[in-house]
């Protein structure tokens, strides 16, 4: 299954779901997920407060980009993405942040911020891919920016 027959929608998961997928993806990320933060107050939070881009494949949560879409100074952060291990290769990560990236456009966002293990080779070629940019790393992780085209109103 590839991203194209994934379906693509946004903030349909309940907390249960999006803390049984962090749960099935917390190995994954470099440090582990679990070593950072509780996921259950994590999956809360974010099924509360982030604005969700989700891919579901046979009724279950496969993919998932949550973002905050709160800041002052015109950038969007983005908090989590993950993919579950059978999905992975498949372009539904990228296809989750294109949504999200186009969503910050119409909202007028400028820039994209996230954070990632600085240790996370593949995140990172990913991110850096996407054209994200490395800000100085901070201990174990390292903050990236993208910078979205201002289109002229």
Same mark, same amino acid.
């Given at each position: $299954?590839?991203? +194209?027959?994934?379906?693509?929608? *946004?903030?349909?998961?309940?907390?249960?779901?999006?803390? %049984?997928? @962090? &749960? /099935?993806?917390?190995?994954?990320?470099?440090?582990?997920?679990?070593?950072?933060?509780?996921?259950?107050?994590?999956?809360?939070?974010?099924?509360?407060?982030?604005?969700?881009?989700?891919?579901?494949?046979?009724?279950?949560?496969?993919?998932?980009?949550?973002?905050?879409?709160?800041?002052?100074?015109?950038? $969007?952060?983005? +908090?989590?993405?993950?993919?579950? *291990?059978?999905?992975?290769?498949?372009?539904?990560?990228? %296809?989750? @942040? &294109? /949504?999200?990236?186009?969503?910050?456009?119409?909202?007028?966002?400028?820039?994209?911020?996230?954070?990632?293990?600085?240790?996370?080779?593949?995140?990172?070629?990913?991110?850096?891919?996407?054209?994200?940019?490395?800000?100085?790393?901070?201990?174990?992780?390292?903050?990236?920016?993208?910078?979205?085209?201002?289109?002229?109103?």
């Amino acid at each position: $299954m590839t991203a +194209s027959h994934a379906e693509l929608v *946004e903030n349909r998961a309940s907390g249960s779901e999006i803390l %049984a997928h @962090l &749960a /099935r993806c917390d190995a994954r990320f470099v440090p582990p997920l679990s070593d950072r933060v509780d996921l259950v107050a994590y999956a809360h939070r974010l099924h509360e407060r982030a604005r969700r881009f989700e891919a579901w494949a046979n009724g279950g949560l496969i993919g998932l980009v949550a973002a905050y879409f709160n800041d002052e100074n015109g950038a $969007m952060f983005i +908090s989590n993405v993950s993919v579950d *291990e059978d999905f992975l290769g498949r372009g539904i990560a990228s %296809a989750l @942040l &294109a /949504r999200a990236f186009a969503s910050a456009r119409a909202t007028g966002f400028t820039q994209i911020h996230l954070r990632v293990g600085t240790a996370d080779v593949a995140a990172r070629r990913l991110y850096e891919k996407l054209g994200f940019r490395a800000c100085p790393a901070e201990g174990e992780q390292t903050l990236m920016q993208l910078d979205l085209p201002v289109t002229p109103r």
